[in-house]
């Protein structure tokens, strides 16, 4: 499962990681949507997601990982950040829950490596 709200963005890095899948991306751009996916009988192996900038209260990953728990969505999440931001958001993103966070591509593919069955 993508979410993003710019899901444009993701079309290279999602044709690299169907290489050799059988299954596809389910592609959303909301958390609503996302939450309906996770708690539908589609099977999800990872969530791929921004971390989100906030001026005020918890960015959009720590809402994605509170409404996962609060649901009993049990998934790992990596998340894709501004490089700016990265080095302040991954231990928060870790503490929270997630897989991983990451601004570099290389370090994205590695977690997604190590985090899919082959």
Known sequence: LWLDPNPKNNRLAQDLLQVG???P???VETLKEAMAVLQSEVNCEL?????????????????????????????PV???SDNAFAAENRPVALRWGAADLTSSWVE?????DRILPD
């Open 47 to 75: 969530v791929i997601s921004h971390w989100g900038y906030c001026t005020n209260g918890p960015s959009a990953g720590q809402e994605l990982l509170d409404q996962m728990k609060d649901a009993r969505v049990r998934c």
């Open 78 to 80: 990596v998340f894709f």
């Open 108 to 112: 994205f593919f590695q977690a997604v």
């Open 21 to 23: 899948k059988d299954s």
């Open 25 to 27: 991306f389910v592609q």
